[in-house]
């Protein structure tokens, strides 16, 4: 397809074997550039953000690369996979909650529908949502070049505010995963956000919590944003978190080490900082409280 007309993009090619995409991205040296979905790099292309592109590699239409499985130990997402996908999965929505809410809330029906979740995480944005639920997840990537591919922690791919360390003129994020929340694990995210105008989102947060017979937390993730230029684990909220017990005190407690750990900024678009803290400290013991209910089916 040739978008010459608009002088945005010369070729667009819908490869469908990874070695063909990383092909085509190592024969066009760096001028062309990866697209799943389309919803947040083709709105930028026709807004003028970016130069012209001498071609677009559509990773979602890779065979094999639009499919949810369960490989093993992890629950395993293509690129191709989209939001609408993710949230109809009923093993995500029981054993990942926090990613199939998070992308649950992403635009609307039709944003969904085309939008991808390894589109989010290579967008690098503070605050993706279906990035945040699968940071709290301990969510993984694997990165596709011509020497080959590699899994990495997800959160090691994030650079800045929309950089990412994959190179996207040369590499696929081509699938995602998580291990699964199993007996007595729980998960659950929560996004604050004005409706008006430009729906920026206040505070995006999610949890993933483990629990031992006797309450005591074994494991606590806790992924935020925007609070920083990458996506944020709290880690500190963490550390209070782990070896307690599970109660409504240790959830302020934790609340707030995530406050102390960030500073969290007043803009005219979001919130003040006071709102933005206050929502950290009704919604984080929120989740964490779901997140529990989940674990062990009874209120902490
Ligand atoms: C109206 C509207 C509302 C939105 N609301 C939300 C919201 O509420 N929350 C939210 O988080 N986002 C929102 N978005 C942003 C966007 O929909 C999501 O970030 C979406 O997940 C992007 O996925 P995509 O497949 O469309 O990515 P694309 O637009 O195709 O790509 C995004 C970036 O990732 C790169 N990329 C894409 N796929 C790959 C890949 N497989 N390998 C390597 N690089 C890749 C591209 O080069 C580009 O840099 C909204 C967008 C619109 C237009």
């Known amino acids: 397809m040739s978008n010459s007309s608009a002088n945005r993009w010369e070729n667009y090619y819908t490869p469908e ?20 979905g389309g919803t947040d790099l ?48 009923v093993r995500i929505m029981r054993y990942g909650s926090c990613l199939s809410e998070s992308c649950g809330v992403i635009g609307g029906p039709q944003v ?43 959160q090691e791919s994030f650079k800045g505010p929309g950089k990412s360390f994959i190179n996207r003129h040369r590499e696929v994020l081509t699938r995602l995963r998580f291990k699964p929340t199993g007996t007595r694990e729980g998960s659950a995210h929560h996004r604050v956000m004005r409706p008006q105008g430009l729906c920026l989102p206040i505070i995006s947060m999610a949890v993933r919590i483990q629990l031992d017979e006797n309450n005591t937390i074994t494991k606590a993730r806790i992924s935020m944003g925007p609070v920083g230029p990458v996506p944020f684990l709290a880690e500190s909220a963490m550390e209070v978190l782990v070896g307690g017990t599970a109660s409504a005190e240790q959830f302020d407690k ?39 209910e989940q674990a062990t089916g009874s209120t902490p």
Do not use: F
């Open 42 to 89: 083709v709105v930028e292309i026709r807004r003028g953000l970016h130069r012209p592109i001498d071609a677009l590699v559509d990773a979602s239409r890779i065979a094999g690369l639009n499919t949810i499985d369960q490989d093993g130990d992890y629950i395993v997402i293509g690129c191709g996979v989209t939001h609408s996908q993710i949230v109809r999965d």
């Open 112 to 154: 969904r529908n085309v939008g991808t979740l390894a589109g989010n995480v290579a967008h690098a944005l503070p605050a993706g949502d279906g990035t945040i639920g699968l940071l709290a997840l301990g969510g993984e990537i694997e990165i596709a070049s011509i020497d080959g591919t590699r899994w990495i922690p997800m």
């Open 17 to 36: 074997t990874v070695a063909e995409a990383v092909e085509l991205l190592q024969r066009y040296d760096g001028q062309a550039r990866v697209v799943g």
């Open 254 to 292: 934790a609340a707030e080490a995530a406050l102390a750990s960030v500073t969290l900024r007043s803009s005219k678009y979001r919130a003040s900082a006071e709102y933005r803290e206050q929502m950290v400290r009704t919604y984080l013991p929120a989740i964490l409280t779901r997140a529990v």
